[in-house]
């Protein structure tokens, strides 16, 4: 499968791949590239592509 970035904007690019594509190396820092075939995330941090966890979000409980 062949790399697709779905950004349209500068600074803002979001790319998706199999995890068996070479991922981009002409990204901005904070791009992230979408592995269809896992569901992992990475971003890219100025130089390599850094796996990216999801913040967990607090929801607070119910009585």
Known sequence: MAVFNAGNRQ???H????????KPTNAYIGDL????????TSVFDGVNWQEYKQPAF??????
């Open 58 to 63: 607090y929801v607070e409980p119910t009585s």
């Open 33 to 40: 590239f979408y592995e269809l075939d896992t569901g992992k």
């Open 11 to 13: 600074h803002r690019q």
């Open 15 to 22: 790319f998706y791949g199999d995890s068996t594509d070479t």
